[in-house]
């Protein structure tokens, strides 16, 4: 049982970093600068293999995510069954909202290969239908960081409760998912601070999530977690109502 803990805590340790990882690379790194260009139709039909990359890569972000849940699931429903259910049906949609934010820039890189090679004519159509396409993105996204602000919450509050980790580091990431959601409710509604404040507001949970993920590669789960009902409840009522 216990290097079944240690394994599962190993390799889901190991996925927070490829998910973070694969993120900051493929987006921040790659897809963004690309897309925020000024001729970003020319520069994504120039740099295919580039954007291939980057798409894949926010795959690969998104493939890291669900397999965390998947993971973590059995040992979060021994206490939480509802809860845990809940945890990994938002994966699962924050999965799909990362597909269709991934595909966005193929779908641009085609248009942009259809531009150039028309000599660049009617440009304001092709950039008609890239707008549309970049807002598209842009949806997908703060979706799919509106749902990722509610797993992360569920996934913190179990992980607080059953003592996996210490506590201070599901303290840590209820306080930085509560600031990554602000921002994200102030973007749904028109209220956009600037670069810095959605840096200031993302970086806790991104440092939680780095240090997570080294916590459990270099520590594992906690030999005091507290994975299963008390006797009493388990016997009157099949599982333990969150307290």
Not at 50 to 66: F, P, R
Not at 151 to 159: D, P, R
């Amino acid at each position: 049982m216990t290097n079944n803990l240690n394994r599962t805590a190993r390799t889901v340790g190991a996925l927070f970093l490829i998910s973070n990882a694969t993120f900051l690379i493929g987006s921040a790194f790659i897809l963004e600068p690309l897309l925020a260009a000024p001729d970003y139709l020319v520069q994504l039909a120039q740099q295919s293999s580039q954007v291939i990359t980057g798409s894949l890569l926010e795959l690969i972000n998104g493939v890291a995510y669900l397999g965390i849940a998947v993971l973590m699931f059995p040992l979060f429903r021994r206490r939480f069954e509802s809860m845990a259910l809940g945890y990994v049906s938002l994966r699962i949609i924050e999965f799909i909202t990362q597909i269709a934010a991934s595909i966005v820039p193929l779908l641009l890189l085609s248009l942009g290969k259809e531009f150039v090679n028309s000599g660049m004519q009617d440009p304001a159509a092709y950039e008609a239908i890239g707008a549309s396409l970049l807002a598209t993105r842009y949806w997908s996204y703060e979706t799919l960081y509106l749902v990722f602000c509610l797993s992360a919450l569920l996934f913190y509050t179990m992980l607080y409760r059953t003592k996996l980790v210490p506590r201070f580091v599901s303290v840590w990431g209820l306080i930085a998912a509560t600031l990554v959601l602000i921002n994200t409710l102030l973007e749904w509604f028109g209220i956009n601070l600037g670069d810095a404040f959605s840096m200031v507001t993302g970086l806790p949970m991104l440092l939680n999530e780095l240090f997570l993920g080294v916590w459990l590669l270099i520590k594992g789960f906690s030999p005091e977690a507290d994975l299963y009902p008390s006797p009493s409840l388990a016997a009157g009522q099949g599982r333990l109502s969150p307290t």
